[in-house]
């Protein structure tokens, strides 16, 4: 199974793409640029070269050669632009791939850190409307901090909380994600859950500043 990350330039993508890459699997990133997209592919086999030593398979390309090349496709842009890219790649996913949706449409007002206003609960669900029918779109990995995700010496240790609306591809999305070290997937049904998730990550946020910490994030405990 090969998985691709849109955007998978910025940190969330790069951490995804080095988790990935470590749990075994073949990792393609993406980006606007495809020599970016390349010299950062590059940069992460070197890091993993570093930590776990060589056989790292990660690769870049620009994100509709990922779209092409990929079976699940991680969606990491800002959300104000992950409409524009599914909108751009519409016509080129097929059946069988998975979009795994990580944004969060967070934005500053008046010096708040708050979510967008939209139209459905979520950003989730404002972008699964954009897929064709026979493709799934699974929340995924939005109250995972990005520089933990980086940070190989860490171990995650947390719950990542998963939904959607399609059972089967929930459960393609929990198998991969559970090949992560410290990682815990957790089936949290629905894709309405999404936007409880969106509010999660708000909070982790506030977290962090009130407790002038960095990788707040989550685990259940009583399962
Ligand atoms: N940062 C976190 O801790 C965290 C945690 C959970 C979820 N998330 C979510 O993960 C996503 C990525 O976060 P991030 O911090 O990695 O974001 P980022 O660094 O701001 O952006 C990621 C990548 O998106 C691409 N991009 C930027 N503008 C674009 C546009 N107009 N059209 C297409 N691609 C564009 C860029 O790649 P190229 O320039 O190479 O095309 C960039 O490297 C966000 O939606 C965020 O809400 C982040």
Do not use: W
Request: aromatic letters at 4%; glycine letters at 10%; a neutral charge.
């Amino acid at each position: 199974m090969r998985i691709g990350i849109l955007g998978g330039t910025g940190p969330e993508g790069r951490g995804l793409a080095l988790r990935l890459s470590q749990a075994g699997y073949p990792v393609i990133i993406g980006s606007r640029s495809p020599e970016q997209a390349a010299q950062r592919a590059e940069e992460l086999r070197r890091c993993l070269k570093e930590e776990s030593g060589p056989g790292a398979h990660i690769g870049g390309l620009g994100n509709p050669g990922v779209v092409e090349a990929c079976d699940i496709l991680f969606l990491a842009v800002p959300f104000e632009h992950a409409a524009g890219l599914l909108e751009s790649c519409r016509d080129q996913l097929r059946q069988g791939q998975i979009v795994v949706d990580v944004t969060v449409p967070l934005q500053f007002r008046s010096k708040r850190l708050q979510l967008r206003e939209l139209p459905e609960p979520s950003a989730s669900e404002h972008l699964a409307g954009i897929l064709p029918q026979d493709v799934p779109l699974v929340a995924a990995f939005k109250t995972i901090p990005a520089h933990l995700l980086e940070d190989l010496s860490q171990r995650l240790d947390c719950h990542v909380f998963v939904c959607g609306d399609s059972v089967e591809a929930r459960r393609r999305v929990i198998q991969v994600s559970s090949g992560i070290e410290g990682l815990s997937p957790l089936d949290v049904g629905p894709l309405r859950q999404a936007s409880t998730l969106e509010r999660m990550t708000v909070l982790a946020i506030q977290i962090n500043k009130r407790h002038r910490v960095h990788h707040s994030r989550f685990r259940v405990v009583g399962l």
